[in-house]
């Protein structure tokens, strides 16, 4: 059995890792960790989790979390990286939610994040937890960067085309909407059903700190620089990411459809759609996968693709057990087979 701890226990993302570790053979919750609420069961403050988690919120101090095999972070930005260090010293592997070692140039996440970085150091040492991308070295690793929600879905989307030089890299454009989980559970006015409900708007237009995490991850598969117009949108429903990817055509797009179903064929949680299918955030919806669908309208050359994800599952908590998975040489998909709810 592996025993992993969870840093934010309390928390959306923290929540759905209770969730899907519940279900997982191989592993032990044996540390959750919340300051508002320890000392409390987990049971208690989360009845959905009564008769699958037996334990009792504990505060986040290192010497608790050192006898665990692995720890997940679901905190806030500007959490791991003063644990992690620490931890991993202590022989712990540690995957991280937040985008804390993500960015692989300090100054930059500094510029994104409104804050010095605690242990720059270890940023070379992370991996980018995108299994269908870097899926070798995440068996490796100790460190985990997972993805943000956005990256993810967008990313995904675009990998295909980006990998076969397919389309202009500097003309990308990434129109996404998100669920208000997205925004985690601390209260926070925008997302409030009175402020989010019957209404639809874009937010952080001029640039989010999503996009230089985007950028690097294209740029690293383009090998060369690649230009993204991102916008975000905040959409009245809890969970569920929709990317509408705009990729221009270096040439006539005939056999993209036959690419993707290629390039997927062997991804456990990457689900090519018939081409000109329409997914539905829906039906991703407490499942870890990610639905994707290409369309070329008008035979032009400029495709859409369409790509859904749960935010809080592919886009997240998800994605950190996949990783978990593959660091401990377990089957990738170990509680993780869940159809998505419906409706
Ligand atoms: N929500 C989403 O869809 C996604 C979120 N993420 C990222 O995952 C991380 C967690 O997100 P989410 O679950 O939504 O956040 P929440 O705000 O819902 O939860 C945050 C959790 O962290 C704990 N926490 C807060 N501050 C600290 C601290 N200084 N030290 C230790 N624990 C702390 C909180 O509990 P307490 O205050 O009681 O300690 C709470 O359990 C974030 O970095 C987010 O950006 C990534 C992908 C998707
Ligand atoms: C709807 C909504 O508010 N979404 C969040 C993205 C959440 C996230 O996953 O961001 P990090 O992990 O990079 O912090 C936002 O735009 O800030």
Known sequence: MVRVGIVGGTGYTGVELLRLLALHKKVEVS????????????????????GFIDTVFSAPEVERLSDCDAVFFATPNGTAMLMAEQLMARGVKVIDLSAD?????????EKWYGMEH????????????????????????????CPGCYPTAVQLGFLPLIEQGLVEVDRLVADVKSGVSGAGRKAQLTTLMSEAGESFKAYAANGHRHLPEVIQGLERIAKRSVGLTFVPHLIPMIRGI??????????????????????????????????????????VRGGNVCQIAVHQPQGERMLVVLSVIDNLVKGASGQALQNMNLMFGFDEAEGLRIPALYP
């Open 242 to 283: 929709h990317a509408t990817l705009y990729a221009p055509l270096l040439e006539d797009g005939e056999a993209v459809q036959a690419l993707y179903e290629q390039r997927y064929i062997n991804e456990p949680f990457v689900d090519v759609l018939p081409y000109g299918s329409h997914p539905d955030t829906r039906n």
């Open 118 to 145: 605690a242990c720059p150091d270890l940023i070379e040492q992370a991996v980018y937890g995108l299994p269908e991308v870097n899926r070798e070295a995440i068996k490796n690793a100790n460190l985990i960067a």
């Open 31 to 50: 540390v959750v960790t919340s300051r508002n609420d320890a000392g409390k069961r987990v049971d208690e403050v989360y009845p959905s989790l009564r």
């Open 101 to 109: 070692f993500r960015l692989k140039d300090p100054k930059q996440w």
